[in-house]
């Protein structure tokens, strides 16, 4: 581009300096440099979004980053315009993406936007969601125009914002021409996503420029909430609810400090329910045997950590938390590898 913005000045002074002389007899030299200019110019144009790895060299070249925060999982600045990280959740999480000029917020997370309290700090949300099985080459079309397009800064997020955040940022930048294609798998180490999630590294690998006429060309309605299956939107919920045992059998089944607001008896109960609601479905009455089993067996543990659970609470909780119930969530987390592994996880191509 720097080539083409030579001629252009160069071709600029050279009319200037001939209207200033004013002499007719010029004009037809005039016209000629005008058209040559015109010619040069848009060859330079053209010459600059001709392949991919031209285009490669109009990315900006930044390092990704940690960003120091208090509110917000596993930030991680990929572009100036890029930020991709995890879940905000409560006010303080979007207050401080506001205090970080964030204007637009694109989910990639199955769960549904909470887009009442984003609208509180003046940001926008876009859902685009996608699977650890890797992104669709539709999606990466959309995200791209999305980075390219919509008011940034622009945040991205999954739920831990380990793996399908960094995965879709990486690939939407580098399809944006926003970063070199060399930095997409980087960007996935740093933000330590699972190399089991081989769909999502050969997305980062595939990532290449889309040329602009193609993503201005490209039709998208950007919704604030997507609509996903109900299947889906289950092992979304599913997963979220588990999370939140986690993090109370790390909290040694108290309310954890970060999340005062999580009663592990109410938590145990929600789990409990999704997964008898679950087996009850249709859906997963066709599923194969083993995914039923995992499910099952996941049930069954879920009502033994309510019956436990229940018993400890009712012994005033004057011992510490009994060593069954930390054995049962693993229990129910080996369940859901095991089933992730076989079904949620393999890679879209394969």
């Known amino acids: 581009m720097a080539f083409g913005c030579g001629l252009s000045v160069g071709f600029i002074f050279a009319l200037a300096e001939l209207f200033m002389v004013g002499s007719l007899r010029r004009s037809a030299r005039v016209y000629r440099l005008i058209r040559i200019s015109t010619l040069l110019i848009g060859v330079c144009c053209s010459y600059e979004w001709g392949n991919n790895s031209t285009l490669a060299q109009t990315a900006t070249n930044v390092t990704p980053r940690r960003i120091e925060n208090s509110n917000l999982p596993n930030p991680i600045r990929i572009h100036d315009r890029v930020i991709s990280g995890g879940l905000p959740e ?16 694109i989910s990639v997370d199955g769960m549904t936007p909470d887009i009442d309290t984003a609208a509180k700090y003046g940001l926008h949300y876009v859902h685009l969601p996608h699977g650890y099985d890797g992104i669709p080459a539709s999606r990466v079309k959309e995200l791209a125009k999305a980075v390219k397009e919509l008011q940034g800064p622009i945040y991205i997020h999954c739920h831990h914002g380990k793996h399908r ?20 798998v980087a960007i996935l180490e740093l933000a330590g996503t699972n190399p089991n999630y081989k769909g999502l590294y050969k997305a980062a690998e595939k990532a290449a420029p889309i040329s602009p006429d ?15 299956p109900p299947m889906a939107e289950a092992m979304v919920t599913m997963s979220h609810t588990h999370n939140h045992l986690v993090a109370i059998a790390n909290a040694s089944w108290k309310s954890p400090p970060n999340h005062p607001d999580l009663d592990p008896a109410h938590e145990v109960l929600l789990n409990r329910e999704l997964y008898a609601e679950l087996l009850r479905t249709n859906e997963v009455t066709g599923k194969p045997a083993d995914f039923r089993a995992w499910l099952l067996d996941s049930q069954q543990a879920t009502e033994e950590l309510e019956q436990q659970l229940e018993k400890w609470n009712a012994s005033g909780n004057r011992f510490a938390p009994p060593e069954s119930l930390d054995k049962l969530v693993q229990r129910i987390s080996a369940n859901c590898k095991a089933c992730h592994v076989k079904y949620r996880d393999v890679p879209l191509t394969e």
């Open 165 to 184: 955040s960094p995965a879709a940022a990486s690939v939407a930048c580098v399809s944006a021409g926003l970063i070199p294609s060399s930095q997409a």
């Open 90 to 105: 409560g006010d303080e999480a979007f207050r401080e993406l506001a205090e970080r000029g964030i204007k637009t917020i």
């Open 214 to 228: 193609q993503l201005s060309d490209l039709e998208v309605e950007f919704k604030e909430v997507q609509a996903i």
